[in-house]
């Protein structure tokens, strides 16, 4: 383990993921956190899942309690903030909610259903203002803090879904907001812009879909990026928050980094 988030209480909210053939980006950045040193609070709506991510912190000398919320609940996550608390303190919080594509039902905007629509904005942008709302409510009393919010480069290309790109686009507009008002209190907020990732979340529905093998499905995303060998994983997503919540990025606040290897760089 290192020492880089040393000492440090983080919330990981999406902890756990879709069951696939890799590791997806809330269960990544959870071990990677707890690896450096960060005490790790997993939530997820899917408890069996959350806990598997625990477990594996575990197994690696960690600690992880688990907490089964619903971010469209501000019900849950106020239990939630509660169960922070127990630590005394929050330092990192880091929001990685998030549906997209087919699987959820979403669609361009002359095809999009108003239910669809309500509910992925639901739970990509909706959920994270409750928890950057009790977040901030311990961060302000302690006079410090992190929180990095998953959006998506969905906003930066021609991306063909409305409903995906609509909600990452609050989201996209979300930690500026918190990091303005919040500066004073010592706290900082930064989005995150993943692109083409090889997460469960992102290829499993496509090759249930597509009949095509995993790897065919891996080598069309790949021929989409300009940085492409090999492909982008949840761990090159993860490296964006950690560093974010470390003290390298002390005077980090506002502007988002985009982990796409350049594939929005091919826009326009």
């Known amino acids: 383990m290192g020492q880089r988030v040393a000492g440090k209480v983080a919330l990981v909210v999406g902890a756990g993921q879709t069951e696939g053939a890799t590791v997806g980006n809330g269960r990544a950045a959870a ?45 849950d996550i106020e239990a939630v903030a509660a169960c922070v608390d127990a630590y005394g303190r929050l330092d990192i919080l880091h929001d990685n909610v998030g549906v997209a594509g087919a699987a959820a039902g979403d669609a361009p905007v002359t095809e999009i259903e108003p239910e669809t629509f309500s509910g992925i904005v639901a ?7 409750p928890t950057c709302k009790h977040a901030l409510r311990i961060m302000r009393e302690q006079g410090s803090g992190v929180i990095t919010d998953i959006a998506s480069n969905a906003v930066l290309i021609d991306y063909p879904n409305v409903a995906h790109r609509i909600s990452k686009a609050g989201v996209l507009s979300l930690p500026p907001h918190v990091a303005a008002a919040n500066a004073s209190h010592g706290i900082r907020a930064n989005a995150v812009l993943p692109g083409l990732m090889e997460t469960p979340m992102a290829m499993e529905p ?7 093998s995993l790897e065919q499905v891996v080598a069309e995303r790949d021929a989409r990026v300009p940085l492409r060998h090999p492909g982008g994983t949840a ?24 982990v796409d290897g350049g594939q929005s760089l091919l826009t326009g």
């Open 235 to 258: 761990w090159d997503v993860a490296h964006a928050p950690l560093f974010l919540a470390s003290d390298e990025a002390a005077f980090n606040t506002g502007p988002p980094p985009v």
């Open 206 to 212: 496509r090759v249930r879909q597509s009949g095509a």
């Open 31 to 75: 071990l990677l956190m707890a690896r450096e040193g960060a005490a790790v609070v997993a939530v997820d709506r899917d408890a069996a899942s959350a806990e598997k991510t625990a477990q594996e912190i575990i197994d690696e000398g960690g600690r992880a309690p688990t907490v089964r919320a619903d971010v469209a609940s501000e019900a």
């Open 123 to 129: 739970v990509n942008l909706q959920g994270m203002v």
